[in-house]
């Protein structure tokens, strides 16, 4: 593991934060530029559309990014894998656009997604929303904010009447309404689904299996400074910078919602 050089570092993690809010504000600007303005688009090899709006916001955050941290490590959805990273303390996760989907047809949900990993989980992250002028921030210990507000996650403690997001196949599956779940329809950026949690915004946010480091990890911090927590159906957090970087089976809530959610959600998402 090659260690962080803190005599040129800064000794903080609320620093880091600072870094990767102003960053995303900056990339999200950029991606705005191509908003609506039909960008080149192809698909990828798992058949998910990325565009020259995606790859130009992963090129302006690594520049941004890795000149300003030399000693971190590297990992963006946008950027060939470098195993290198497993070699760093620190480690930069990038998503350039989270929602894809959405912003190319024009929906406003799409994100900016970037946390800074140390040994395995997340102690910085920023998740901007530009359509909704939505600034999501979190530092390890520091709380989570939303436009320099404070967030934190619902304080409903039963499944009756639970807001519920997720893919389509869970919340338009009878199994939730009978659990006692609200629905409330689908967000297409995985990251903005787990950060309304952290907002108190909506109860409980749910994923099937695949989602990946970039898509989870800022949220995740996000979630659990406001309270809540990210986990596997085995009730286990989740850990970045693997050599693998998919994950299982998702859900977020409050501390009080996850047991009970994960038991009510256990046959239909695992």
Excluded at 26 to 55: C, H, I, M, R
Excluded at 143 to 155: E, F, K, M, T, Y
Aim: hydrophobic share 40%.
């Amino acid at each position: 593991m090659r260690e962080v050089d803190h005599a040129h570092l800064p000794s903080d993690r609320d620093a880091d934060r600072r870094l990767l809010e102003e960053a995303a504000r900056q990339a999200g600007e950029l991606a705005l530029t191509y908003f609506g303005q039909d960008p080149e688009t192809w698909f990828k090899g798992n058949k998910s559309p990325v565009s020259e709006a995606d790859l130009a916001v992963d090129r302006f955050l690594a520049g941004e990014l890795r000149s300003a941290r030399p000693d971190y490590g590297w990992l963006s959805e946008e950027t060939a894998d470098d195993r290198s990273r497993l070699e760093y303390d620190r480690v930069f996760i990038v998503d350039p656009i989270d929602g894809t989907r959405a912003f190319l047809a024009g929906g406003d949900e799409w994100t900016v997604s970037l946390a800074v990993v140390e040994k395995g989980r997340p102690v910085a992250g920023a998740v901007f929303c530009p359509r909704r002028e939505e600034m999501f921030v979190a530092s390890s210990g520091g709380g989570a904010w939303l436009n320099d507000q404070p967030i934190s996650v619902s304080a409903r403690t039963d499944l009756d009447g639970a807001t519920l997001t997720g893919p389509h196949s869970i919340v338009a599956n009878e199994q939730v309404i009978v659990a006692g779940f609200k629905s409330t329809g689908i967000l297409r950026s995985l990251a903005y689904r787990i950060v309304m949690v952290a907002a108190g915004r909506i109860d409980v946010g749910a994923a099937r299996g695949g989602p990946s480091d970039w898509d989870l990890a800022a949220a995740d911090l996000l979630v659990q400074e406001a309270g809540g927590a990210l986990t596997n159906l085995s009730g286990e957090p989740l850990i970045y910078n693997r050599p693998r970087t998919g994950h299982p089976a998702l859900i977020a809530a409050s501390r009080a919602l996850i047991g009970p959610v994960r038991d009510a959600l256990d046959d239909l998402i695992g």
